[in-house]
């Protein structure tokens, strides 16, 4: 065996998922409130945190900036009594998207912060402007040298009024984590309302912070000098319970998601109506049955920030979509570069008319298996929803992607019936 085969999912079609089990934590909360935690001389203890190497990645960020923390089962604790500035180094910056909310926290803690060029999935330009006009507006200077941004507020952080240009997921966290220490009221202006954000005010607020209206499109934060240790538990992960429910409805199965928060899912509940997936609701369960002689309808789903539908769902709704009878039209207007899975869809054998970010999915089609590659932590997963859709094995490479924003997707589909398997390349079949 080839030691450096790169490994993929092997994964056999057409098994109905049933069973039961609960979320984890939501990746794209743990990564803010990890960089919260550097906002105290306290500890701080985040529950339910999600396995994933975006995680393991920030902990490595945090290690070098002279953080100490343990992550045992679901728990991590944080003991930042050390900090006194640093940066991320490159390449740990270039490994992920959120390696740039070191910057809100060290700018308030220390009047200065610089980090290299941030990574993550490449699904558009994802430019920084937001971050640094946010920053500047709360006084401090802010420069960019070989893709590295350096900022110095020496005498502080003000409060400002900010109007965001876009409402930026990690902008408005990063302004955030800069204000909440600032001196005087900011008010965030067309900030992202996303679960994610009030999750992190929500911690905030527990370390003695003063922020009111996360969640709606004006944030106001009165700065405080000091704040204290927390101890958080994350929202439950939306996307993980949106990808496993299609996963579901792709197999026409029975499947019972525990410890979830329904109302963060409603844009993707409004969908399943559409398209004919019945979803019985609770408190925090949410309960998906179908059976195979159900037949879905086309539907179209615009993909935009919350509340509206999430674009990390729009490629797996997409890869669901192959199975609904009619056009559907699917529409990403949140990231430039989001439709990478087409093609590879189009290899199981999917009918999807694109061009620029619209779709158009023609149904219901019975696809095959192929041998495909994800490109993108949410494309891999898309290819692993059409996988178990269709008829006999599949294999998916790219599964380095997925390790980023699922703790463990395929796992968690074994436990719910389906036929698949991480395994070394043994041949040399291309894709
Ligand atoms: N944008 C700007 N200027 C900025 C920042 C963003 O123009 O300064 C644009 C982007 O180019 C994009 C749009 O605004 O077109 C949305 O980007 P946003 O900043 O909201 O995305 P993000 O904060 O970089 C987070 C999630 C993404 C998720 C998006 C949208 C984290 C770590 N990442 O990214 O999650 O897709 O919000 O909801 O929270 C994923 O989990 O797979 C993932 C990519």
Not at 139 to 152: C, F, K, L, Y
Not at 153 to 159: E, F, H, I, K, S
Not at 272 to 301: W, Y
Request: aromatic fraction near 4%; charged fraction near 20%; glycine fraction near 10%.
């Amino acid at each position: 065996m080839n030691a450096d085969a790169e490994p993929y999912l092997q994964i056999n079609g057409q098994r109905r998922l049933v069973g039961e089990l609960r979320v984890n934590g939501a990746k794209n909360a743990a990564l803010p409130c990890l960089a919260a935690a550097l906002l105290s001389d306290d500890a701080s203890r985040l529950r339910r945190v999600p396995h994933i190497e975006d995680v393991h990645r920030f902990l490595d960020i945090l290690t070098i900036l002279g953080v100490e923390s343990e992550f045992t089962d679901d728990e991590i604790n944080i003991r930042p009594s050390g900090v006194c500035g640093g940066a991320p180094p490159d390449d740990l910056a270039a490994a992920l998207r959120a390696s740039f909310l070191v910057m809100g926290p060290l700018l308030a803690r220390t009047g200065q912060a610089s980090c290299g060029a941030p990574g993550g999935d490449v699904i558009g330009a994802r430019p920084l402007d937001v971050h640094l006009a946010g920053f500047q507006a709360l006084g401090a200077s802010v420069e960019s040298i070989g893709g590295r941004t350096i900022a110095h507020a020496p005498n502080g952080l003000r409060g400002a009024t900010i109007v965001l240009d876009y409402p930026s997921v990690l902008g408005t966290e990063n302004l955030l984590l800069a204000s909440v220490l600032a001196s005087g009221r900011t008010r965030i202006v067309n900030a992202a309302m996303e679960p994610e954000i009030v999750c992190l005010a929500e911690m905030l607020n527990s370390m003695g912070g003063r922020i009111s209206h996360a969640g709606h499109n004006t944030i106001t934060i009165d700065g405080v000098e000091r704040l204290v240790g927390a101890d958080h538990e994350l929202i439950p992960d939306r996307i993980e319970a949106g990808t496993l429910l299609i996963a579901a409805a792709a197999t026409r199965g029975q499947i019972c998601l525990r410890g979830v928060e329904p109302v963060h899912l409603e844009s993707l509940l409004a969908k399943f109506r559409e398209v004919g997936v019945s979803i019985r609701r609770s408190d925090d369960e949410l309960e998906l049955s179908l059976d195979s002689a159900t037949s879905l309808r086309a539907t179209n789903v615009q993909a935009l920030p919350y509340p509206g539908f999430a674009t990390d769902l729009q490629a797996p709704i997409t890869a669901l979509l192959t199975q609904a009878e009619g056009t559907s039209i699917v529409h990403e207007r949140v990231f430039e570069n989001r439709m990478q899975h087409l093609d590879e869809l189009r290899k199981f054998g999917a009918n999807i008319i694109a061009g620029g970010s619209v779709s158009a999915i023609n149904g219901p089609v019975r696809l095959s298996g192929a041998v495909v590659r994800g490109t993108d932590i949410r494309a891999t997963a898309a290819l692993i929803v059409a996988a178990l859709a269709a008829d006999g094995e599949s294999r998916a490479y790219g599964i380095r992607h997925l390790a980023r924003g699922y703790a463990d997707l395929p796992g968690q589909l074994r436990t719910l019936g389906a036929d698949i398997e991480q395994v070394p390349r043994l041949d040399t079949l291309t894709n």
